[in-house]
């Protein structure tokens, strides 16, 4: 049991000497030539590391920044940045590109809208057209149906006029109008055969609401006497007597 103590306390020895012989080694290097840390080459770090493991160390004495180059790190985020920025265009052009797809199908659905209510105008503008001529029309019926209703039955006017005619006048023309207006043009034998015509006409009172002498001129002879005498008379007949 002792002999096993002293043999481990030799071999410790041992270990100890060794490690004391490494590191004065390593100081007497870095004295005759200093290692700047910041420009080891990662290979050289590597087979350095790998001389000092099989010597016994089992501490790493390489930093981190050596055995991941920084050169590495800004390349891995320089790709990282790029296709961000790639993500984020593709994103922006593909929303870009909906829009413009929903502007488009909405302009399209505008026209279509408009032209439907330009039809629908035109359509209506055909059919007030219509309307105002279905109206005119209408107008032109109701005016032709209102002269049917006033129309003056002339037999039975002329058969009125016949029985209320005293004798001497004689009718050259006569004018009408659809509100029972009448003017005859005669002629007399004299004034006074003018006179007992128009005291029939006003006695007349269910054929003539009023009569009026507008005009008389006598036409002489050669010697001078009255041959008749020329007269307008004007009769405004009774309302609606002779209208249908």
Same mark, same amino acid.
């Given at each position: ?7 481990? !306390?030799?071999? =410790? @020895?041992? $270990?100890?000497?060794?490690? /004391? ?10 004295? +005759? ?7 080891? !080459?990662?290979? =050289? @770090?590597? $087979?350095?590391?790998?001389? /000092? ?10 930093? +981190? ?180």
């Amino acid at each position: 049991m002792r002999k096993r103590e002293e043999e481990q !306390e030799k071999f =410790k @020895l041992e $270990e100890k000497k060794k490690r /004391e012989k490494i590191e004065q080694k390593k100081k007497t290097k870095e004295k +005759e030539l200093p290692i700047k840390k910041d420009k080891i !080459e990662p290979v =050289k @770090l590597a $087979e350095h590391q790998a001389k /000092e493991v099989e010597a016994g160390m089992r501490v790493s004495l390489i930093p +981190e920044e050596f055995i991941n180059p920084p050169e590495d790190r800004y390349a891995h985020s320089l790709l990282v940045f790029i296709f961000s920025i790639l993500f984020t265009v593709l994103i922006i052009g593909a929303v870009y590109l909906w829009m413009v797809w929903q502007e488009s199908k909405v302009t399209a659905e505008t026209v279509n809208i408009d032209d439907q209510i330009v039809a629908v105008d035109k359509k209506i503008k055909d059919y007030n057209e219509i309307k105002q001529n279905a109206q005119e029309l209408q107008n032109k019926i109701g005016a032709a149906e209102g002269l049917l209703n006033k129309h003056i039955y002339w037999t039975k006017f002329f058969d009125l006029l016949e029985q209320n005619t005293v004798q001497g006048i004689y009718y050259v023309s006569i004018a009408a109008d659809t509100e029972g207006g009448i003017i005859l043009s005669a002629i007399a034998e004299d004034y006074t055969t003018i006179a007992r015509q128009l005291v029939a006409f006003n006695e007349a009172t269910d054929f003539v609401n009023q009569a009026k002498v507008s005009s008389a001129v006598a036409q002489t002879g050669e010697e001078g006497q009255i041959s008749g005498v020329s007269f307008n008379i004007d009769l405004q007949l009774t309302n609606n007597v002779f209208i249908k």
